[in-house]
């Protein structure tokens, strides 16, 4: 990376020099002008309306997510010293809502043992770690330390599990002091530890990654572990190495079964190229994870179970000590994909988090699945609104501009009852960019192209195909709702059966909807509500 920064260097230096030159009048004053106003035009065309960035620099995966007292709390992987991946410290924000954030402090810094990689934390109500004092309850953090030195010598325990504990409900840590908690014993990738309460055996359990696999762990007092198993070999996709594993049970809605969720990252190797998150369905004894009999004959089958089928969502993962009124969980993920994070056209600060989702289980076409939609809190935020219904789609309709709602931050939803012919979406500006989205008959398969959608050169893997999703559903009914910010799209169909989130950076704001279809073909409903965040 300091290789690659000195170049870099060099480089915009030589660019100044020759400026110069060309404009002998132009004194410093105005250059500092220039990047003034550059930073400021990605300002106003890049950063989110409602999607969770960090003031400056680099952030990925969400990690040590709890609600406590009224407040969100989501922690995240941040370098704050420059705009590309570097040594990891914990980044923190804070919310009411998680739909606005504010940045807090940062939380934890790396030390002689290593970096701060990802991690979970949890609130002790019973002080069973001791750590509490006064009264005070304390929450408890598990992360992964990466010893930069011995990753550069190529050795096996490069990383290893630590603790750190805050009085003050989230604001200020303190590691402990018998660090790390849980030693390397020959994984080369061993990290991303995800702490949760087993109610039924009063225990904390813990799930972490490595290599390729999935290994179980489980405490009295979050301190002392015991290896209890491991899952994963030969299961699900190993076109990447595992990371940001999560387990937690689940009740399948409309009934009083309860089946265990385990999410696991995998990067590359996800189904449009790239970072993904894959899922399992199946029990937890309190010492073995195994996967349904069905869920496993559809994987043999080769189908894949994927938290999004879009190339923007990783290393998601879910909030501890919340849920919400009928038992779903509050999931978020990291709205980048490695092919190109470190890439994308933003300069000031790099990449953002997904809106906050409401996770539920479902059984659907003979076996398990999540199905996830926005946070309700979202309805919160809504403004002017457009609503129609029985519309008659044809050729090129134009649905709604930028003078009746605000495409840059909006939410947009329809209902089509007898689906007969493709259905295309093109939000365009008057530069000649266009994000096209829709569903295939003939493919039974959603789609986002986002070829034309502005600046892509960027990165070769960024747009240089469609991505594609088919559909889980077979109804002849298609829903969809979808939420639009500056730089991403969000599409949840079907109740969230499919879901696809991808990021774009228009050369302008988009100004215009525009619905195709080859036949004509009825939406019963269509509602477009301006989202207004202060």
């Known amino acids: ?12 230096i030589l660019i100044a020099v020759l400026n110069c030159k060309e404009n002998p009048e132009k004194n410093t004053d105005e250059m500092n002008t220039d990047k003034v106003n550059v930073a400021s035009s990605e300002e106003s065309l890049y950063r989110p309306n409602f999607h969770f960035t960090p003031k400056k620099n680099w952030m990925n995966d969400p990690n040590g997510m709890f609600y406590y007292n009224n407040y969100y709390h989501l922690y995240f992987q941040h370098y704050p010293d420059d705009n590309v991946w570097g040594p990891m410290h914990w980044g923190h924000a804070t919310s009411t809502d998680m739909v606005t954030w504010k940045e807090q402090p940062i939380a934890l810094y790396p030390d002689e043992l290593g970096y701060i990689f990802s991690g979970s934390a949890v609130v002790d109500i019973d002080n069973t770690s001791g750590f509490g004092k006064d009264g005070k309850v304390p929450i408890v953090a598990m992360f992964t330390y990466h010893d930069p030195k011995k990753a550069e010598a190529k050795k096996t325990d490069v990383e ?25 014993a020959g994984d080369r990738d061993f990290r991303d530890p995800k702490v949760m309460w087993d ?13 390729q696999k999935t290994i179980f762990y489980s405490s009295t007092n979050l301190k002392d572990w015991k290896r209890l198993s491991a899952f994963g070999e030969g ?17 399948v809605q409309g009934t009083n079964e309860q089946k265990w969720v385990l999410l696991v990252s995998i990067n590359p190797g996800g189904p449009n190229g790239g970072s993904a998150t894959q899922y399992f369905i199946g029990d937890f004894d309190g010492t073995q994870f195994s996967i349904d009999p069905e869920f496993e004959k559809a994987i043999n089958n080769n189908h894949d179970f994927w938290v999004d089928l879009g190339k923007d969502n990783y290393a998601g993962v879910t909030w501890s000590n919340i849920e919400t009124s009928d038992g779903a969980k509050l999931f978020m993920g990291w709205m980048s994909n490695w092919q190109y994070a470190n890439q994308v056209p933003t300069e000031s600060w790099r990449s ?9 289980l479902v059984k659907e076409g003979g076996t398990h699945r999540l199905a996830f939609v926005p946070t309700e809190k979202i309805k919160g935020y809504r403004g002017k609104k457009f609503k129609e219904s029985e519309i008659v789609v044809k050729e090129d309709t134009k649905i709604i501009d930028s003078e009746n709602v605000d495409l840059s931050s ?17 939000l365009s500006n008057s530069q000649g960019d266009e994000l096209s989205f829709g569903y295939t008959i003939a493919d039974k398969s959603f789609y986002i192209d986002r070829s034309n959608s502005g600046k892509t050169d960027f990165s070769k893997d960024f747009a240089n195909k469609k991505s594609t999703a088919v559909r889980i559903s077979d109804s002849s009914n298609l829903s969809g709702r979808i939420l639009l910010d500056k730089t991403s799209i969000e599409m949840f169909f079907d109740n969230g059966l499919n879901v696809i989130t991808e990021v774009f950076f228009p050369n302008s704001p988009f100004e215009k909807l525009i619905l195709d279809s080859e036949k004509e073909t009825t939406l019963d409903h269509l509602e477009i509500h301006e989202l207004i965040i202060n």
């Not at 990376?1 to 915009?12: E, R």
């Not at 109610?199 to 290599?211: C, D, H, K, P, S």
């Not at 953002?352 to 539920?360: C, D, F, H, L, P």
């Open 160 to 184: 290893s599990q630590g603790i750190a504990f805050s009085l003050d409900e989230g604001l200020t840590w303190t590691k402990y002091e018998d660090n790390p908690v849980i030693k390397n």
């Open 352 to 360: 953002a988090m997904t809106v906050a989702r409401e996770m539920r």
């Open 199 to 211: 109610t039924e055996r009063r225990q904390w359990v813990m799930v972490l990654a490595a290599g």
């Open 1 to 12: 990376m300091s290789s690659l920064k000195n170049i870099t260097s060099l480089i915009l």
């Open 410 to 426: 909006a939410e947009i939803i329809f209902n089509v009852s007898e689906l007969n012919s493709d259905l295309n979406f093109t």
């Open 235 to 251: 299961i699900g996709n190993h076109n990447g190495v595992w990371e940001c594993p999560d387990l937690f049970p689940l009740t």
